[in-house]
């Protein structure tokens, strides 16, 4: 009888010791790339995967940021034409942001950083330059100059060219994060870097990941978005802006004309699985505007998206339709497809 208790007891305590570790949970926020960062983890090791994720977006910051003088893009942005060698993790992002701006033809073009300097978006010195000026510094900006050789990791740009990876750097911090969080056996997160929302399987429970997606036009949500396993970003024109005689002048720019974009977008959203295309395509899509981004789209197969634009139509990919929850009055509703 003794016995009987004792297994029974043990039994209990096993099964509460190996429930408390599958429901183990930790949540980790920080700052860093200028923006707050939240880490939420499930599973036994999920504090010491939360702080190694956390160690490799700073290691990123560290290595890719256009300010901080020990940054490879500092030190390529400052190479006075000359060849240098980057570490794996900024070689793989700048490559990735350079096939991007092949793709949409320059509409997304990662070289763009003297003109928007110039906007003072960099500073906060916000200023409308002359045309002439413009074109003048977009003669810096062809992303076609850049000279890539893949097997030594090397880059070469002339002299006052500069490379700006703003565009995808928070994406790609997500993917490193994802797989350190993997490789420490995480199979259930949720991490929020700044808005862009990348998680791992689905939630706890089982149940889907659900997704707000920002109103353009007020602080509330416009729609839920379920998910699992996937990377949802979102770029849009409200986050960044100075106004000037009445006009609106955005921080995401038309690649090729060096302008801030004036188009009928208000928020784009992208949702796949990587991170990197994610804020890559957000970014991409936003300065393509409705009618191209359709066509861009449908010439691919790897994301779907969801655009807000300012006469307040929703739009939204047609595999979506069964993820999404409408929770704010739009003017109109079309699905592509
Ligand atoms: P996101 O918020 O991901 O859309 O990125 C916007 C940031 O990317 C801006 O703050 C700029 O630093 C940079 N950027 C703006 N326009 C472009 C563009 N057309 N191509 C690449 N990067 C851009
Ligand atoms: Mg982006």
């Given at each position: ?26 949540l980790l926020s920080f700052e860093v790339m200028n923006t707050f960062m939240t880490i939420k ?9 939360n702080l190694?994720a956390k160690e490799k977006i700073m290691e990123l910051e560290n290595?890719i940021s256009v300010t901080r003088?020990?940054s ?94 703003g565009?995808?750097g928070k994406?790609?911090a997500g993917?490193?994060a ?13 991490l929020d870097l700044g808005g862009n929302v ?41 986050e960044r ?97």
């Amino acid at each position: 009888m003794k016995n009987g208790y004792l297994f029974f007891a043990c039994f209990i305590l096993s099964t509460f010791f190996l429930l408390s570790c599958s429901q183990k949970s930790d949540l980790l926020s920080f700052e860093v790339m200028n923006t707050f960062m939240t880490i939420k983890s499930y599973g036994k090791n999920s504090r010491k995967a939360n702080l190694l994720a956390k160690e490799k977006i700073m290691e990123l910051e560290n290595l890719i940021s256009v300010t901080r003088e020990e940054s490879d893009i500092y030190r390529l942005n400052h190479s006075d034409g000359k060849t240098v060698i980057l570490n794996e993790e900024s070689f793989y992002p700048l490559s990735f942001a350079l096939e991007m701006a092949g793709a949409t033809e320059g509409l997304f073009n990662p070289l763009l950083y003297p003109v928007i300097h110039e906007w003072g978006f960099t500073t906060g010195e916000y200023k409308v330059p002359e045309d002439i000026r413009i074109k003048d510094l977009l003669s810096y900006c062809d992303y076609k100059k850049v000279l890539l050789n893949p097997k030594e990791k090397s880059v070469k740009i002339q002299k006052d060219m500069m490379i700006d990876l703003g565009a995808v750097g928070k994406g790609y911090a997500g993917d490193q994060a994802i797989k350190i969080l993997k490789e420490k056996g995480i199979k259930s997160a949720i991490l929020d870097l700044g808005g862009n929302v990348q998680t791992i399987g689905r939630k706890i429970d089982g149940k889907l990941w659900s997704i707000g997606i920002k109103n353009p036009f007020d602080s509330g949500i416009s729609l839920g978005l379920k998910i699992e396993d996937m990377a949802v970003i979102t770029s849009g024109g409200y986050e960044r802006y100075f106004e000037e005689n009445g006009k609106r002048y955005i921080h995401i720019f038309d690649g090729r004309k060096g302008f801030p974009v004036e188009n009928n977008v208000a928020s784009v959203t992208i949702v796949c699985k990587s991170g990197l295309l994610a804020d890559s395509l957000s970014t991409s899509i936003f300065v393509m505007g409705e009618d191209e981004a359709y066509n861009f789209w449908k010439s691919r197969s790897d994301f779907e998206m969801i655009i807000i634009t300012k006469d307040k139509k929703l739009i939204y990919t047609k595999n979506l339709s069964q993820n999404i929850s409408i929770t704010a009055s739009f003017s109109a509703v079309e699905v592509f497809e």
